[in-house]
């Protein structure tokens, strides 16, 4: 009898065969992180058409950006690196500061619309589904995520394969199938973003607890699953 996990990475595996058939061309916005190793893992060895990018935002960790190399390594393929208009850097850093992000919530929403929603909405231009690493059992702000949900901001259909994943299973795909991943993840850091906006966490934390660590739970979405301030679920019909 096949066990529940070889099951979950089955469904998985259907679910990213038919946003290949059904929703060409589709794109998947890899953080590089643990979550998103085992899409690209899953992706790269069924050699689906679904093209692999990265919000280079200028911030990040350099353990992070090594990773680009090492899926070139692994795989011989090349994420395609989407960065922020330097002219919009540029002014929001004379204005405000270089980590003008601490001072407020609203501030460190405009420095990852700059950083990470525009070079998105570039990314996703064009295409008829995207698909991210988003799991339930991240945070608060994503426990009723869909596998596959309607994106009216982007007009396209948005796929989030491993929603019923949990933090057990994404290490067990990663080890038992010699996946490379972020070296950050050995050091504390189960949720990996911006660099000046991560920290490591402590026992018992929550896994994203270490992203935009001074800020309310609720807050701490970048902008690239919001809609008017607002998370948006709508499962299609």
């Known amino acids: 009898?096949?066990?529940?996990?070889d099951t979950l990475v089955r469904d998985t595996n259907a679910t990213l065969v038919?946003?290949?058939a059904d929703f060409s061309p589709a794109v998947f916005a890899s953080s590089l992180a643990a979550e998103d190793m085992v899409l690209t893992d899953l992706i790269l060895r069924a050699a689906l058409p679904i093209q692999i990018f990265t919000l280079e935002t200028g911030r990040l960790h350099a353990e992070t950006?090594?990773?680009?190399?090492?899926?070139?390594?692994t795989y011989g393929y090349t994420v395609t690196p989407f960065k922020p208009e330097t002219a919009a850097?540029?002014?929001?850093?004379?204005?405000?500061?270089?980590?003008?992000?601490?001072?407020?919530?609203?501030?460190?929403?405009?420095?990852?619309?700059?950083?990470?929603?525009?070079?998105?909405?570039?990314?996703l231009a064009g295409n008829k589904a995207w698909v991210t690493g988003q799991r339930r059992a991240q945070s608060t702000t994503r426990n009723e995520l869909a596998v596959q949900e309607d994106d009216a901001a982007h007009n396209m259909s948005k796929f989030?394969?491993?929603a019923d994943w949990s933090e057990e299973?994404?290490?067990h795909y990663i080890r038992s199938h010699g996946v490379p991943y972020n070296p950050l993840h050995d050091k504390g850091f189960p949720s990996i973003g911006c660099e000046p906006c991560t920290?490591?966490?402590?026992?018992?934390?929550?896994?994203?607890?270490?992203?935009?660590?001074?800020?309310?739970?609720?807050?701490k979405e970048c902008g690239l699953h919001v809609v008017d301030g607002k998370l948006i679920r709508i499962k299609p019909a």
């Open 65 to 73: 950006l090594g990773m680009l190399d090492r899926i070139k390594e």
């Open 160 to 162: 989030n394969p491993l």
């Open 18 to 20: 038919r946003i290949a």
């Open 199 to 219: 920290r490591a966490i402590e026992p018992g934390e929550d896994v994203r607890a270490g992203r935009w660590w001074w800020e309310n739970p609720d807050s």
């Open 1 to 5: 009898m096949q066990s529940a996990f």
């Open 89 to 123: 850097v540029d002014s929001y850093v004379a204005q405000h500061g270089l980590n003008a992000f601490y001072d407020s919530v609203e501030m460190r929403k405009e420095c990852c619309r700059i950083r990470k929603v525009e070079p998105l909405n570039r990314a």
């Open 169 to 171: 299973d994404v290490w």
